[in-house]
């Protein structure tokens, strides 16, 4: 009877552990996400009110150098690669207009509070 007991409050402890350790895991990985969407890990320098053409934005086109047209404005999103949710999908834009793409019902509300962070200027001639 007494190592019954025992083998029930053993197996009842181990239990409480595993519950205890996933919660823990999950809250962490949750608060690493939100942190890593909220703020690029550098912010860009430029000075306020600068203009870039289309030509010079379409250079910036890779992956450790990503910048994009939403709305006539544009955004270095380099810092932001490695975390966007939808992996590769940045990249369908990268050095070019993604207004289109940035639209999509795919993207939360909250990325129209994100993006100010990665503005670095205007698009000098949006028709272009």
Same mark, same amino acid.
């Given at each position: 009877?007494?190592?019954?007991?025992?083998?029930?409050?053993?197996?009842?402890?181990?239990?409480?552990?595993?519950?205890?350790? !996933?919660? %823990?895991?999950?809250?962490?990985?949750?608060?690493?996400?939100?942190?890593?969407?909220?703020?690029?890990?550098?912010?860009?320098?430029?000075?306020? *009110?600068?203009?870039?053409?289309? !030509?010079? !934005?379409?250079?910036?086109? %890779?992956?450790?150098?990503?910048?994009?047209?939403?709305? *006539?404005?544009?955004?270095?999103?380099?810092?932001?690669?490695?975390?966007?949710?939808? *992996?590769?999908?940045?990249? %369908?834009?990268?050095? *070019?207009?993604?207004?289109?793409?940035?639209?999509?019902?795919?993207?939360?509300? %909250?990325?129209?509070?994100?993006?100010?962070?990665?503005?670095?200027?205007?698009?000098?001639?949006?028709?272009?």
């Amino acid at each position: 009877m007494f190592s019954a007991v025992l083998a029930l409050l053993l197996l009842l402890v181990v239990i409480f552990f595993l519950f205890s350790s !996933v919660r %823990r895991v999950d809250k962490h990985s949750t608060s690493v996400t939100d942190h890593r969407i909220s703020k690029p890990s550098r912010k860009p320098s430029y000075r306020a *009110g600068q203009k870039f053409t289309l !030509v010079e !934005v379409s250079s910036h086109n %890779r992956r450790d150098d990503l910048w994009l047209v939403i709305d *006539g404005k544009v955004y270095d999103f380099t810092s932001f690669v490695e975390d966007h949710p939808g *992996g590769d999908a940045i990249l %369908r834009y990268a050095g *070019g207009d993604a207004t289109f793409g940035f639209k999509g019902p795919q993207h939360p509300d %909250r990325v129209w509070d994100m993006i100010p962070d990665y503005f670095i200027g205007e698009l000098e001639n949006p028709r272009e």
